[in-house]
């Protein structure tokens, strides 16, 4: 085979320019999805306004938040397994050998790389449609000064063993890493060149401080070029200890070029009169003399269209739901209307008793997040539906119809009465996508198993025993030897999640409600996405917008205080042990409205408005509000028993 020829700075900078200018349109695409993912959108609710709230305070945050359902699919991570290297104990024994070496080279990597390779590349994918990952062997030097020298007249097996304990505990001497797409963070960008369905040159900008540059290239060793950082060295030396602009300090952040092909590796400086190679080696992927090297870089594909437009080629879910996302989605929607009908009380007006619209005995209906009026108005709030009243009763029950349909179990299961719009349309949807699952997961797995396949060509380059140590402090070797067996042997199955399974965490968080855990740790981590109930609190209680002595807000701080259990029905005030105990169960912006409050944080006077009880109904005695919340029929159909409060507000 020829031999590679070296690269130029011309040449690599060319090669650059000519991706980036086809890349226009698929960078273009990257930063919208970018914006869809980061930024907060506005989200089309099902009811009208609440009394007192603008139509813009009902964002439901990030993206991230209504989508992490999909991505949330996805989250076991993948194991190697091995085709047998043949029959009988000893072949048994070295294919069980691979496959944990497999397994634990890519868990140390990651560990001491910190950082999951495969939740990002998974994850990048789903948003933007590709993701990168590249395995190289590391620089030799990484065993450290010490590797032992062979004796005069030592024998080959006791010097491997000098050299296995020497390795033993060492870094790992193989690099895996993730290579992010982010187009607008960080100036960093990713260009494959591709030649049908194959990456056969891969480039990455980014931005390094200078700091760093010296770090990794001045010094000798691996195709390392120090002297091309001559200039940069000077200048750096010159600007020490001067505070004007114009003079180079470690902090500042250069460009720098990073070039793969199937056999060399290439890092260039190319801002202005510092531009140079800094290093460039032959990477020797390749399983043997004879054979052609391999790009070391996966590449990691979501959504494909099969168009080989680079712009139109990779798709991701973000893309296909990004109209319905920024305008109506629907999980928004059912979450935000849980919001509603939860934390926005349903207002009446106190009339005179002689004025009262309809008279006496006649039952007053009101409706859900609205305001009644009443005639001969003369004060009004919220409707307490715990009390023994004919209104309390049917509002109720307006609302328990309300939320059992936009319950996350309903939308999905299809329980009776969660057919209404907002639920089947989110039931649609997510349908619709779980069918790409299973196709986007076996492209996922090929990429796995094409990074154990590197793992393997990068023990080979190294031409010696590789020792990696797994999660339970268990050593694993292989040798250049074992690892060609073992090329084309390797199998990853990754199977994704289903809605079933999914909801099967929702079962779970319910009873962790009724355990009493910490709510954070049941809406974040078992089910994986901030508490909404809780975004809209802050937002009512950090926006300038609403007025401290307003119903809503006095309101919203009742709710936190009695939910966090500052409240009970002998002493309506907190002792400061009460309320250091409940500031990990709600927000910051809940603190600081309870402490100026209760006076303990501000110049608040203490005290809490109290529920109007519509009717002069008595307060229902526990027993009674189990029956009321419990006991009710819809048609001829069972009715499914009421979640509790904190399940229901999240759409959990």
Do not use: C
Not at 117 to 140: I, K, M, N, Q, W
Not at 419 to 435: F, H, M, V, Y
């Amino acid at each position: 085979m020829a031999e590679h020829a070296t690269m130029t700075l011309e040449a690599l900078e060319n090669l650059f320019e000519q991706l980036k200018k086809g890349s226009i349109k698929r960078a273009e695409l990257d930063k919208e999805l970018d914006d869809l993912y980061f930024n907060e959108h506005a989200v089309e609710v099902v009811e009208s306004p609440v009394l007192g709230v603008e139509p813009e305070v009902l964002r439901m945050g990030r993206i991230p938040a209504s989508m992490n359902l999909i991505e949330g699919l996805f989250d076991e991570y993948p194991v190697y397994s091995l085709i047998p290297l043949g029959a009988g104990m000893p072949a048994a024994r070295l294919t069980e050998r691979g496959e944990k070496f497999l397994n634990a080279v890519v868990k140390q990597a990651e560990r001491e790389a910190r950082e999951d390779t495969y939740g990002l590349t998974v994850s990048e994918a789903l948003r933007f449609g590709r993701s990168f990952e590249v395995v190289l062997r590391a620089d030799h030097r990484v065993w450290g000064k010490g590797y032992p020298k062979r004796g005069k007249g030592q024998s080959a097996k006791s010097f491997n063993e000098d050299t296995d304990t020497f390795k033993r505990g060492r870094k790992l001497p193989i690099s895996i890493r993730y290579f992010p797409v982010e187009p607008t963070n960080n100036s960093i960008a990713v260009f494959p060149l591709m030649a049908g369905s194959e990456m056969i040159r891969f480039i990455r900008v980014y931005k390094m401080l200078a700091a760093e540059i010296l770090r990794r290239f001045d010094h000798k060793g691996q195709g390392r070029l120090p002297e091309n950082l001559a200039g940069l060295k000077a200048a750096i030396k010159a600007g020490e200890g001067r505070k004007h602009a114009n003079s180079i300090q470690l902090t500042d952040e250069f460009q720098i070029i990073e070039y793969y092909d199937n056999t060399t590796v290439v890092y260039a400086l190319m801002d202005g009169k510092f531009k140079g190679i800094l290093r460039e080696w032959k990477h020797g992927m390749k399983a043997n003399d004879e054979t052609e090297g391999e790009l070391p870089v996966t590449i990691f594909e979501g959504v494909l269209t099969g168009d080989r437009n680079p712009a139109k080629r990779w798709k991701s879910i973000y893309h296909d739901a990004r109209e319905v996302v920024l305008h109506e989605d629907r999980l928004a929607s059912r979450q935000a209307t849980n919001v509603r009908i939860n934390y926005y009380k349903s207002y009446f007006g106190l009339a005179e008793e002689s004025n009262v619209e309809g008279g006496k005995g006649d039952v007053i209906e009101f409706e859900p997040g609205k305001m009644t009026i009443l005639k001969g108005l003369k004060s009004f709030g919220p409707v307490n539906t715990e009390t023994a009243s004919k209104e309390a009763e049917l509002l109720g029950a307006k609302l328990e119809r309300m939320l059992e349909r936009h319950l996350l179990p309903s939308v999905l299961m299809g329980v009776q009465g969660a057919s209404d719009e907002p639920a089947w349309g989110t039931n649609l949807r997510i349908r619709q996508a779980e069918r790409r699952y299973k196709k986007i997961a076996n492209r996922f797995a090929a990429a796995r198993v094409e990074v154990g396949r590197h793992v393997l060509l990068a023990v080979i380059s190294i031409g010696e025993r590789v020792w990696t140590i797994d999660e339970d402090d268990i050593e694993w070797s292989l040798t250049p030897d074992e690892a060609k067996k073992m090329l084309n042997r390797i199998r990853v199955k990754i199977e994704p999640k289903t809605i079933i399974d999914r909801n099967a965490d929702v079962q779970a968080a319910q009873g962790q409600v009724e355990l009493g855990l910490p709510r954070r740790v049941i809406f974040e981590d078992t089910l994986g996405y901030e508490q909404p109930v809780e975004l809209m609190r802050e937002r009512i209680l950090e926006d300038l917008q609403f007025d401290p002595n307003s119903p809503l807000y006095l309101k919203t701080v009742e709710d936190i205080m009695r939910e966090a259990g500052l409240l009970d029905e002998q002493e309506q005030a907190a002792t400061p042990e009460d309320v250091q105990q409940a500031i990990a169960e709600i927000g910051p912006g809940g603190v600081q409205a309870i402490l100026k409050m209760i006076g303990m944080g501000g110049n608040g006077t203490g005290g809490v408005p109290t529920d109007f009880v519509p009717g002069g109904g008595r307060l229902m005695l526990p027993q009674e509000q189990a029956k009321m919340k419990t006991g009710r029929r819809q048609g001829r159909q069972p009715r499914p028993q009421k979640a509790p409060r904190s399940v229901r507000a999240t759409g959990g």
